[in-house]
C-alpha cells in the first residue's frame, strides 16, 4: 500500500469489553510504534517493534494493554476490560525514528 | 526524568515568519525532528535534525543546538494553512524510541 493504514477507523465499546485495533505499515519499514493521543494533547509512546529485536513495550500504561506484529508487518494493539480513561486517538506509524508515517488512527470511544 | 518543552500557542500573521521553539532533557539523543498535525489529521513529517545547524526545507526551517538541548522551527511566508499543531520529537531516548513534545497550537490570521 501507499501509506499506513489502521482499522477500525472508530471503535465505540462498553467499559470492560476487549478491544483490537489493527495496524498495516509500509511495505519494508521494518520499525512499527503506536502512540496515544488525547484530545488536544501530544503523542504518547506505547510500544515499538524494530525487526526481529524484542518489541520495547515501556510506554504501556498497564497489563491491560498489549501489541503483537507477525510476520514483521501487521500489528495488533489490544486493550482488554477497557475503561473509559483508554478513550483516545491511537496512531500507528511506521519508519525509522526520526521520520515516522503514520495512519489515520483509530478513535477509541469507551461508554 | 524525559521532556520537551514547546510553547502552547503561537499566533501570527499571514506572510509572516514564526518561529516554535523546543527544548529537550532526555537520556538520550539521536536527533531532533518536526511533525505538523492538522485537526482531525495524523501527524507528518516535516524536518529532521541530527547535527547542529539548519536545515532548510521550502518555507520550513529546522535549527538545532545540541549542546544547548535546544531546537527551532522556522516558518516563513505564512499561509492560512499552516494552522495547525506543530510537535517537536526526540528520537534515540532508548533505542529507537521516540518521544514528542505536547505540541505548539500555531494560529494563522489574515
Known amino acids: 500500500g501507499a501509506g499506513v493504514s489502521q482499522s477500525p477507523s472508530n471503535k465505540v465499546t462498553e467499559k470492560g469489553k476487549d478491544v483490537e485495533l489493527r495496524c498495516d505499515p509500509i511495505?519494508?519499514?521494518?520499525?512499527l510504534y503506536w502512540y496515544r493521543q488525547s484530545l488536544g494533547q501530544g503523542l504518547e509512546f506505547l510500544i515499538y517493534?524494530?525487526?526481529?529485536?524484542?518489541?520495547?513495550k515501556s510506554g504501556l500504561p498497564s497489563d491491560r494493554f498489549s501489541a503483537e506484529r507477525t510476520g514483521g508487518s501487521v500489528s495488533t494493539l489490544t486493550i482488554q476490560r477497557t475503561q473509559q480513561e483508554d478513550s483516545a486517538v491511537y496512531l500507528c506509524?511506521?519508519?525509522?525514528?526520526?521520520?515516522?508515517?503514520f495512519g489515520p488512527g483509530t478513535r477509541l470511544t469507551v461508554t | 526524568g524525559q521532556s520537551l518543552e514547546q510553547p502552547s500557542e503561537v499566533t501570527a500573521v499571514e506572510g509572516a515568519i514564526v518561529q516554535i521553539n523546543c527544548t529537550y532533557q532526555?537520556?538520550?539523543?539521536?536527533?531532533l525532528s518536526w511533525y505538523q498535525q492538522h485537526d482531525g489529521g495524523a501527524p507528518t513529517f516535516l524536518s529532521y535534525?541530527?547535527?547542529?545547524g539548519l536545515e532548510e526545507t521550502g518555507r520550513f526551517s529546522s535549527f538545532l543546538s545540541r549542546s544547548d538541548s535546544y531546537g527551532y522551527l522556522l516558518l516563513q511566508e505564512l499561509q492560512m494553512k499552516d494552522s495547525a499543531s506543530y510537535f517537536c520529537?526526540?528520537?534515540?531516548?532508548?533505542?529507537?524510541?521516540?518521544?514528542f513534545g505536547a505540541g505548539t497550537r500555531l494560529f494563522v490570521k489574515a
Open positions: 532526555t537520556s538520550g539523543f539521536y536527533g
Open positions: 535534525n541530527a547535527l547542529d
Open positions: 511495505s519494508g519499514h521494518t520499525a
Open positions: 517493534f524494530q525487526g526481529n529485536s524484542a518489541p520495547d
Open positions: 506509524a511506521s519508519g525509522a525514528a526520526y521520520e515516522q508515517y
Open positions: 520529537a526526540v528520537s534515540g531516548t532508548g533505542g529507537f524510541k521516540t518521544i
